[in-house]
């Protein structure tokens, strides 16, 4: 039977195709989403202000109704997510809304995580199953995966929404740094020199290397700025996983016409002749050498496969700190240059014109070479540019390229390795199966998005670093190195001597044989090392066979076969001769012939050496940290096959390195001295041995020496001493720079400060005013976190004084009417009471301690004249009733002693005043004394008294509080029925209208209580100095809200404790109940000193 029936056909039905493009309807989605964004800005703004700092309340939001009677109202349910203020999943009609709070939580994970919606959604799922909600469709059945997609929708344009936010809120502080930046060149004195700075984006991205006033250093100091660059192609895109409509405008990626732009110059250029004028650094045999051997070199290679990737990889541009700078989206086949040369132009577009880059790039030898033979960048960008390779890539260049471009043995590079983007691919590793399947466009969103997050995170630690590098770094390397030097005896200018003669010989171009000479060398090296197997087989063949007395014939075929490898090996010299080596090498002429033979022999055998040894450490070095947890994981049974497979490689390598000790005892014994011509020094069989050996990485020399051998050359100890010299040079270098560093960041830290204070206090920016206290908070923080011994907390405290008279002064306010407020931190540390201890004990072993000066000369605070002195003021009607405030005798005063020191003696007014007085003397600096105004605690309970403002004025007015930015009011509540009463303290803010309340029994009654109280205290005393303090927008906000003492005597000691936190720059305390004793014996001794003054 014929089968007569027309086959079906066999087009797929193009609605079963997935989409990879988008089509209309999604572009009228993502067209209704960026309409409806705008609308929403202000109620993000608005949410975001009231959840500051403040619990969040679970209470429904109010229905909005449409105003216009004729509407009708249709209504709809809605699935909330973590009810409090929501977000929809959909522009028009939401069927699903979620958590701005559970958004806000996502992204501090995917901060640390990457993104993980799938995972999120799924959790959700579970977690509702497990209470019994289970989603099922209109059918009853189970859905799968209810919240992805709708989940990713509220990810994807609530942060489209918070970047808006975020972006009008830097417009608004770059503003105000224009504005500080214009103050500052006014005040500069004439004839200053030019005014030069960095763009505030990179300012902002990485202060340490960007906030520098001083342009046009040289290469001995290192330049201005440091920049390693490279690709990475395993960030790649699958082409089948398609795109979407255009919704993120990236912040750290360049643009693809930039990229493009760059590429089509680059194309143009290299096809016109190659400039005559350009001068080798390197010989161009070495450089030829190194493009051959390095993957980046090659533009033409392919790394991935095009027709399954769309987006190949990324280029990164960081800075020495590993800060991301710039990124490029690689989307062809290789690394070209175009992709790193773009963004180097990119970069100098926000530099100021004199300033003076070095990059580090793992080809950099390659890339200078073609920028100075086609002229691919500007004069204005080549001339300032200096080019070095990464530390870990710089062993796999040619010994001669690495005196050049090698960052150990370059001047002014210090400890910078050039591994930055190495250390930014790990960071960023996580999202490589994320945005590998994403679509186009949200790969980039979530790269742009993860770079932002890392390098926010770099640019808070850039004080660690600075810790780091100087004690690991410059102290502990160069302390080696001393000692490596030491103990090699050789005089430092010897050193240097014989440094400049090694760079010198081995960078001339007589060190290097033609590249058609060595093409056929390695020719001859590969029919000499098939001749020797050939000898060996043949050897090995003729004892066989002798012992198995094997048949004439068989014997007569051999004798044959080694005649006929006898002539093969006149042949192969015939062909090494025919290579004319001497015309080549004139200088050899007149050395025996088989000597240059080998000496060519072992230079190549040697080069080949180096490269594999090198690869074989740098696999191993990899698979260590892969099992000591440093990079990825490895699984016992993969580490298992890896070093199995690493490990075949080991013989070939032994075996060549075996060979080369051949051809040096054959040199050796063909040698003479009249030659001149040293020979090579044989290499260690033991691979861990020669990872360190330096004369692995020398070439073999081949050219005779004029006069006799350097010491560089045969002396060891000469070598050794050289290394550790250079190390020396770079931590000297090194110790340099992070000077420079560290200026810098004090310097952008007050800039930064300046900006935000006066951005706080111009009236257009009243809608953002919590936003930049939030910023203005995060900030201030870096204060402990860069603080180092290169950059004291005293410049840090003078830029956070110095920030506000200056924001006050551009913004037309007085200048004496507030005072800075630090976050909340640790406070008296184990360390501080550490200290207090010291202070405690050699006072009463009656050793010399330094006293405090008498707060009575101090014309801003006469609270200790009150006390301890019988008054300063010669107005005895502004002092306290003599009841409360009374002078003190040598028998008064111990009597103060001792109701301190007890244990469980609880203080009273006259203690927890003069105690006051003490702290505020002795903890508070001189010049900040006049923003804190610390009251008696007579004025509260003459407030709740309601006496007259003018009393009221007679008691107060020595604190002129109206110039005070903070106040400290102690509060004591008495006991009922003559029970110990409690104090509690309150603090009030005027820059930022809070009033924070400290009880250390953590009673809210109390707190509310005593914030009526303080309210009225407000007003009262600015009615009575003309303060035209505004009442309305307080905020009050407890300090503690946990019980810190659990007895009934120790609430003056706690409240004095929180008034020594605040005089020393901080919100609260962080002493525990245990330390009480140590704090006591510490204001006890404090009383001491001034009673021995």
Not at 561 to 578: F, G, N, Q, R, V
Not at 726 to 742: H, Q, S, T, V
Request: hydrophobic letters at 40%.
């Amino acid at each position: 039977m014929i089968d007569t029936e027309p086959l079906p056909d066999a087009t797929p039905d193009p609605s079963s195709r997935r989409r990879i493009l988008p089509d209309e309807e999604a572009f009228r989605l993502y067209d209704r989403w960026k309409d409806l964004l705008p609308k929403l800005i202000h109620p993000l703004r608005q949410y975001r202000k009231a959840v500051f700092r403040t619990p969040i309340e679970q209470e429904l939001l109010d229905a909005h109704k449409c105003q216009d009677p004729s509407c009708s109202t249709n209504t709809a349910s809605i699935l909330c997510l973590f009810w409090d203020r929501l977000f929809p999943t959909s522009p028009s009609q939401p069927r699903m809304v979620v958590s701005i709070a559970l958004l806000d939580f996502y992204f501090a994970l995917f901060e640390r995580s990457g993104d993980a919606v799938t995972a999120l959604a799924g959790a959700l799922r579970n977690f509702y199953a497990c209470r019994g909600w289970h989603m099922l469709d209109d059918k009853g059945q189970p859905i799968r995966d209810p919240f992805r997609r709708g989940l990713g929708y509220a990810i994807q344009w609530y942060d489209a929404l918070s970047t808006k936010v975020s972006r009008k809120l830097e417009e608004i502080v770059n503003n105000a740094r224009g504005t500080v930046r214009d103050d500052e060149l006014s005040l500069r004195p004439p004839g200053a020199g030019p005014y030069e700075e960095c763009a505030s984006l990179l300012q902002r991205r990485c202060p340490a290397c960007f906030s520098g006033m001083t342009f046009g250093r040289s290469e001995h100091e290192g330049y201005d700025i440091q920049l390693p660059v490279d690709g990475n192609f395993s960030q790649r895109h699958l082409r089948s996983a398609g795109d979407s409509p255009w919704f993120y405008e990236p912040e750290y990626f360049i643009s693809k016409v930039q990229v493009d732009s760059m590429g089509a110059l680059i194309d143009a250029q290299r096809k016109k002749p190659p400039s005559r004028s350009y001068v080798p650094k390197v010989p161009n045999e070495a450089v030829d050498s190194c493009e051959r051997g390095h993957d980046a070199a090659d533009e033409h290679k392919t790394k991935t496969n095009k027709d399954i990737f769309d987006d190949t990889g990324v280029m990164a541009l960081v800075c020495r700190h590993d800060v991301p700078i710039f990124l490029a989206n690689i989307d062809t086949p290789g690394e070209q240059q175009k992709y790193a040369l773009a963004l180097i132009s990119h970069l100098f577009a926000y530099l100021p014109a004199r300033a003076l880059i070095r990059v580090l790039y793992d080809v950099a030898c390659v890339v200078e070479r073609s920028i100075e033979l086609y002229n691919l960048l500007p004069d204005n960008i080549s001339s300032r540019i200096s080019w070095s390779t990464s530390a870990m890539h710089a062993y796999g260049h040619e010994w001669s390229c690495q005196l050049v471009y090698n960052p150990r043995m370059s001047l002014g590079l210090g400890l910078t390795d050039g591994e930055g983007t190495e250390r930014f691919w790990s960071r960023s590793r996580k999202l490589i199966p994320i945005t590998r399947t994403s679509v186009r466009s949200r790969r980039i969103w979530l790269l742009d998005r993860q770079a932002g997050a890392i390098g926010d995170e770099l640019r808070d630690d850039l004080g660690d670093f600075l810790k780091r590098r100087l004690s690991r770094g410059v102290q502990r390397q160069g302390e080696e190195a001393k000692r490596t030097l030491e103990e090699c005896g050789i005089p430092l200018p010897e050193l240097r001597r014989q440094w400049e003669m090694q760079r010198a010989a081995q960078l001339s171009i007589r060190a290097h044989a033609p590249a058609q000479l060595k093409k056929e060398l390695d020719v001859v090296l590969t029919l000499q090392a098939e001749i020797d197997d050939l000898e060996r087989a043949l050897s090995t063949a003729q004892t066989n066979l002798a012992k198995a007395a094997a048949p004439e014939t068989s014997l007569v075929i051999l004798q044959q076969l080694i005649s006929t490898h006898s002539k093969l090996m006149s042949h192969a010299e015939a062909l090494y001769a025919s290579l004319n080596i001497t015309d080549s090498f004139p200088h050899l002429q007149g050395v025996n012939y088989d000597f240059v033979r080998l000496l060519i022999l072992a230079r190549d055998l040697k080069m080949n050496i180096r490269k594999r040894a090198i690869a074989s450490f740098l696999e191993w070095d990899r698979l260590d940290q892969a099992v000591g947890g440093h990079d990825n994981p490895l699984g016992t049974k993969l580490h298992q096959q890896t070093r199995k497979t690493m490990s075949k490689r080991r013989p070939a390598l032994l075996g060549a390195i075996r060979k080369f000790n051949k051809y040096c005892d054959a040199l050796q014994q063909l040698h003479k001295l009249e030659w001149r011509v040293p020979v090579p020094s044989k290499l260690s069989t033991d691979l861990s041995t020669l990872k360190d050996d330096p004369i692995l990485l020398q070439d073999v020399w081949i050219e005779p020496c004029d006069v006799d051998p350097p010491r560089w050359l045969y002396d060891s100890n000469v070598r050794v001493g050289i290394r550790a010299m250079l190390k020396i040079d770079r931590c000297r270098e090194e110790r340099r720079r992070l000077g420079i560093e560290a200026d810098n960041l004090g310097r952008w830290f007050g800039r930064e400060l300046a900006a935000l204070e006066l951005a706080l206090r111009l009236p257009e920016n009243v809608e953002y005013v919590s936003e930049l206290q939030h910023r203005l908070q995060d900030t201030r923080l870096l204060r402990q976190r860069w603080a180092s011994p290169l950059m004291s907390t005293t410049i840090f405290d003078y830029h956070l004084s110095s920030s506000i008279n200056t924001a006050l002064r551009l913004s037309g306010q007085s200048t004496t009417a507030q005072y800075h407020w630090m976050p909340p931190l640790i406070q008296l540390s184990d360390t501080d009471l550490a200290a207090i201890e010291v202070l405690t004990d050699a006072v009463d072993n009656d050793e010399d301690v330094d006293i405090p000066a008498s707060v009575a000369e101090d014309p801003s605070h006469v609270l200790l004249a009150d006390i301890l002195a019988g008054g300063a003021d010669d107005d005895d009607d502004g002092l306290p009733p003599d009841s409360e405030l009374g002078a003190h005798n040598c028998c008064e005063r111990r009597t103060l002693i001792g109701h301190i020191s007890g244990d469980r003696s609880p203080l009273n007014d006259e203690c927890v005043n003069g105690c006051a007085a003490l702290l505020f003397t002795d903890l508070v600096p001189q010049d900040e004394r006049n923003h804190i105004a610390v009251f008696s605690t007579l004025i509260l309970s003459l407030v709740r008294q309601q006496v007259p403002d003018e009393e009221l004025w007679k008691y107060t007015r020595r604190y002129r509080y109206w110039e005070r930015g903070i106040w400290v009011i102690p509060i004591f509540r008495p006991g009922p029925r003559g029970c110990i009463g409690h104090w509690t303290l309150g603090i009030v803010n005027h820059a930022f209208q809070y009033i924070f309340h400290f009880d250390s029994l953590a009673a809210q009654d109390v707190w509310q209580d005593d914030t009526e109280h303080i309210m009225e205290m407000l007003r009262r005393l600015s009615n009575a100095a003309s303060m035209n303090l505004r009442m309305d927008g307080w905020t009050c906000h407890p300090i503690s809200s946990t019980q810190l003492q659990h007895n009934s005597y120790d609430c003056g000691v706690w409240i004095l404790a929180c008034m020594a936190a605040i005089f020393r720059g901080y919100d609260a305390t962080g002493m525990q109940e245990h330390q009480v004793p140590v704090f006591r014996r510490y204001l006890s001794n404090l009383v001491l000193t001034l009673a021995l003054k």
